[in-house]
């Protein structure tokens, strides 16, 4: 590739905080965030769904970069800036073998992160 590395990672950092600020503008009060929708039949509520993933994801992928900085980096280059696994390896100078280590690993965490994020939603706790 031919982009430096810290070019690739702030790109991976600044797609994750255009995409959450963006559901957090929505759902702000001056942008009618308190408002309740009404669904149409023919119109999927898709959005608010995706909104709400990628609030929970954002959330759980602060919490694993406290814990693993490096599969952090390796979720935002993959998911973010939409980086293979093999090129998120080459920008954070890592063998193929570790970066799919963090993969895997990151992937295993923030799904039971964000399970968990539901979950305690559900309770109201």
């Given at each position: 590739?031919?982009?430096?590395?810290?070019?690739?990672?702030?790109?991976?950092e600044?797609?994750r905080?255009?995409?959450v600020?963006g559901?957090r503008?929505?759902?702000?009060?001056?942008h009618?965030g308190?408002?309740?929708?009404v669904n149409?039949?023919d119109v999927p509520a898709?959005?608010?769904?995706?909104d709400?993933?990628l609030l929970?994801?954002?959330?759980?992928?602060t919490?694993?970069?406290?814990e693993?900085?490096?599969a952090?980096?390796?979720?935002?280059?993959?998911h973010?800036?939409?980086?293979?696994?093999?090129?998120a390896?080459?920008?954070?100078?890592?063998?193929?073998?570790?970066?799919?280590?963090h993969?895997?690993y990151?992937?295993?965490w923030?799904?039971?992160?964000?399970?968990?994020?539901?979950?305690?939603c559900k309770?109201?706790v």
């Amino acid at each position: 590739m031919g982009q430096p590395r810290p070019l690739l990672r702030g790109a991976a950092e600044a797609m994750r905080r255009i995409l959450v600020d963006g559901v957090r503008r929505k759902r702000s009060e001056k942008h009618g965030g308190h408002r309740h929708r009404v669904n149409l039949p023919d119109v999927p509520a898709e959005p608010e769904v995706a909104d709400e993933k990628l609030l929970a994801l954002d959330a759980a992928l602060t919490r694993l970069a406290a814990e693993d900085p490096v599969a952090a980096r390796v979720v935002e280059l993959h998911h973010f800036a939409g980086l293979s696994i093999e090129d998120a390896a080459t920008a954070l100078g890592l063998s193929r073998a570790t970066a799919y280590r963090h993969w895997k690993y990151a992937r295993a965490w923030l799904r039971d992160a964000i399970s968990g994020l539901r979950a305690c939603c559900k309770k109201g706790v």
